[in-house]
């Protein structure tokens, strides 16, 4: 067995959603590698999560998967951004290794590029979120 990486890239999935649904389970994307949070001080990621679209309900039409884009993705689908969040690195680490997470594979680099893209104009996307990232984008940048 190997041991989850908690970095840009990484999928796996995550519960969300109410607990009566038994496909509770939604793929989170991890869009950062672990950072410190500045405001929290504790080494964080940020993911979000992809949901399937159906045309007739509400979504965020920002940045649309297909199927075949992520072996897991086999419906057409859209980034959640309203349902990023910001996680402890050990916690992804550890959930996995409990089996509360299921670890999936990684999703193709260009893509998470323009799903990051998409997360600074998606107005789904939380002032809190927004910060997290910038402060990333910061660090990686060396800004």
Same mark, same amino acid.
């Given at each position: 067995m190997s041991l989850f990486q908690p970095l840009r890239r990484a999928t796996l999935l995550y519960p969300s959603g109410p607990a009566h649904d038994i496909n509770r389970n939604h793929l989170f994307i991890l869009l950062t590698d672990p950072v410190n949070n500045p405001e929290n001080g504790k080494v964080c990621v940020l993911l979000t999560s992809l949901s399937t679209l159906n045309p007739a309900l509400p979504h965020d039409p920002t940045f649309i998967l297909n199927p075949g884009d992520?072996?897991?993705? @086999?419906? @057409?689908s859209y980034v959640s951004y309203a349902h990023s969040r910001i996680e402890e690195a050990t916690k992804l680490v550890n959930g996995v290794a409990t089996g509360e997470f299921i670890a999936?594979?990684?999703m193709d680099g260009k893509i998470v590029d323009q799903i990051c893209a998409g997360l600074t104009i998606s107005r789904h996307a939380s002032p809190k979120i927004l910060r997290f990232f910038r402060v990333y984008t910061a660090l990686i940048s060396g800004t």
């Amino acid at each position: 067995m190997s041991l989850f990486q908690p970095l840009r890239r990484a999928t796996l999935l995550y519960p969300s959603g109410p607990a009566h649904d038994i496909n509770r389970n939604h793929l989170f994307i991890l869009l950062t590698d672990p950072v410190n949070n500045p405001e929290n001080g504790k080494v964080c990621v940020l993911l979000t999560s992809l949901s399937t679209l159906n045309p007739a309900l509400p979504h965020d039409p920002t940045f649309i998967l297909n199927p075949g884009d992520h072996p897991f993705v @086999t419906r @057409t689908s859209y980034v959640s951004y309203a349902h990023s969040r910001i996680e402890e690195a050990t916690k992804l680490v550890n959930g996995v290794a409990t089996g509360e997470f299921i670890a999936k594979d990684l999703m193709d680099g260009k893509i998470v590029d323009q799903i990051c893209a998409g997360l600074t104009i998606s107005r789904h996307a939380s002032p809190k979120i927004l910060r997290f990232f910038r402060v990333y984008t910061a660090l990686i940048s060396g800004t």
